[in-house]
């Protein structure tokens, strides 16, 4: 197989799980930004690689896959130097990572995108904000973390499901509850102050992905520190902050 090329904006969390997997794992790739607030993921080039067009998406060698999960699944096993902890070969211990994967898309992945996208994000990709959809996300989120803390971390293990090493679906994950960086940051404290478990195991991810985790969501800190910046100096209305949103990307 050629080059692992990447198609990734390190704004989209599971574009930047499958970075931080790669880096960690030191699985040689390409990176090939696909700019999503300049809509290049609907572009026809990109759409060659992915029809549905979202990022991540992946070629290998001429074979193309997307849906962020079935990849990093799939780079678990098709590079031999990846450690079995990622995605184990034991199949009781994977279907236990599925489980928690599956959870995931419909439910921590709809709270969390749901409410930044809603509350914060919109105007940068040319949507309006949407406080009734953004209510409805944050309800979906609390509970989401409810169980991420009392179902997901009720192990004895440091990680998911009870493990005592990462899998995918900590990267995965992480990376989403990551994304509330972007906004405000009472919002943050309210959402996971509540959550201790989650904090400490969110803070382990880091720790062991280190450095990894920290360069791959520079973006993200730097577009929220301008978020936070235009909050602070926005008008009653808020037009400084959609006007500046609009340009954050």
């Known amino acids: ?8 904006d390190r704004m989209s969390q599971p574009a930047r799980a499958l970075l931080i997997f790669c880096k960690v794992n030191k699985i040689e790739f390409q990176e090939h930004l696909v700019n999503l607030g300049k809509k290049e993921h609907k572009q026809p080039e990109f759409r060659a690689i992915n029809p549905l067009g979202l990022v991540p998406a992946i070629d290998d060698g001429g074979f193309k896959l997307f849906e962020s999960h079935a990849i990093l699944k799939y780079l678990a096993c098709a590079y031999p130097s990846v450690p079995d902890h990622w995605y184990p070969a034991d199949l009781s211990k994977r279907a236990k990572i599925d489980s928690v994967l599956d959870w995931h898309h419909s439910n921590l992945r709809r709270g969390s995108a749901g409410l930044v996208l809603n509350r914060a994000l919109a105007p940068a990709l040319g949507l309006p904000l949407n406080p009734q959809a953004a209510s409805e996300a944050e309800i979906l989120l609390k509970s989401s973390l409810s169980i991420l803390e009392t179902v997901w971390l009720s ?12 899998s995918v679906a900590d990267l995965s994950l992480a990376c989403e509850v ?31 992905t280190s450095p990894h985790f920290e360069e791959v969501h520079d973006k993200l800190y730097k577009v929220s520190k301008g978020f936070r910046s235009q909050t602070l100096n926005a008008n009653p209305n808020g037009n400084a902050i959609a006007s500046s949103r609009q340009s954050k990307l």
Do not use: C, I
């Not at 192990?155 to 990462?166: D, E, S």
């Open 155 to 166: 192990g004895n293990g440091t990680f998911l499901a009870g493990g005592y090493q990462p």
């Open 178 to 208: 990551m994304q509330l960086e972007l906004l405000d940051r009472r919002d943050v404290d309210m959402l996971l102050g509540p959550h201790e478990k989650v904090r400490k195991w969110l803070e382990k991810v880091k720790e062991v």
């Open 1 to 8: 197989m050629g080059k692992l090329r990447v198609y990734v």
